[in-house]
C-alpha cells in the first residue's frame, strides 16, 4: 500500500506510489477566444471580471418612482402617516438572509443586521 512508505519515512517513495495512483493528467486548455498565450488569457479573464464588478449599475427611474409611489399610498394611513414602523423595520432587519452578495452600494445585509440598534430608528 501507499502509505507503508509514509510509514517508513519514505517520503520520495511515498509520492512516487501516491502520484501513481491518483494523480490525474491535466489537459489545459491550449486556446481560449482565438489565443494561447498563457499571460494574455489571464489579463483577459482578469479585465472581464474587472469591467464586470466597475460597470455603474443599471436603474430605470420611472419604473422605480411609480413603484415607490404605488408602495406609499398603500402603506399610508388615511390620516397620511405611514403604517410602517419600528417594529416592521425591525422585523425586515431581522430576516435579512446572510452572505448574500453586496449590491452596487457594496453594503451587504451583515452591515445592517449586526449594526447598532439605533439604526432601525433611521430607516
Not at 493528467?25 to 482565438?34: K, Q, R, T
Not at 498565450?37 to 449599475?57: E, G, H, K, M, V
Amino acid at each position: 500500500m501507499h502509505y507503508e512508505h509514509l510509514l517508513a519515512k519514505n517520503r520520495s517513495e511515498f509520492w512516487k506510489c501516491w502520484n501513481a495512483k491518483y494523480k490525474k493528467s491535466l489537459n489545459s486548455a491550449s486556446c481560449i477566444n482565438g489565443c494561447s498565450n498563457d499571460r494574455y488569457i489571464a489579463q483577459t479573464f482578469c479585465a472581464y471580471y474587472d469591467n464586470i464588478y466597475n460597470s455603474p449599475p443599471v436603474v430605470d427611474d420611472t419604473s422605480f418612482g411609480t413603484i415607490y409611489e404605488e408602495y406609499v399610498k398603500s402603506h399610508t394611513s388615511d390620516k397620511g402617516a405611514s403604517i410602517i414602523d419600528i417594529n416592521i423595520t425591525e422585523a425586515a432587519v431581522k430576516s435579512l438572509k446572510a452572505n448574500k452578495a453586496a449590491s452596487f452600494d457594496s453594503i451587504v445585509s451583515e452591515h445592517v443586521s449586526h449594526s447598532h440598534p439605533a439604526l432601525i430608528v433611521h430607516l
